[in-house]
């Protein structure tokens, strides 16, 4: 079963319109529409969402998409190199490793390293923030 399916088929088993789904899962009726109708993917975030609010795991949701499992596939293999803080930090570690500025080259290269290791959970949290600041504000009158 394609992972629009057994969307629709978990949405309707939880008696929930489109709308409503789109609302508890922060996005539009029209994401809701594409995921059901295999035109778009959840991202994992909202994938996490959905396994909470049906209450099933995600591999529950994803297992029988083989369509969706190549992608996802693909996507963390292209992904992984092409990073802006993989690639930010490679630099500055080789700026740390290549320079003799003595303590400041070292701090460079841990720093160039932390950014390979935080960079996307650091991206992660903002973009929590600016989606709760959003929610805040969208519901403040």
Request: charge should be negative; proline fraction near 2%; hydrophobic fraction near 40%.
């Amino acid at each position: 079963m394609e992972l629009g399916n057994q969307l629709k088929k978990l949405r309707e088993e939880h008696q929930l319109s489109q709308e409503s789904l789109a609302a508890k899962v922060n996005v539009s009726r029209q994401a809701i529409y594409k995921w059901e109708n295999n035109k778009g993917y959840p991202d994992i975030e909202n994938l996490i969402v959905l396994s909470d609010i049906f209450d099933v795991t995600i591999d529950e949701i994803i297992r029988r998409d083989d369509k969706l499992k190549e992608k996802i596939s693909i996507d963390e293999d292209v992904h992984a190199y092409n990073d802006p803080g993989f690639i930010l930090g490679i630099i500055i570690t080789f700026v740390g490793i290549l320079t003799d500025f003595g303590t400041f080259s070292t701090i460079l290269m841990f720093s160039g390293i932390a950014i390979i290791v935080f960079y996307q959970d650091a991206l992660h949290v903002l973009k929590r923030i600016i989606q709760d600041f959003r929610r805040v504000t969208k519901n403040t009158p």
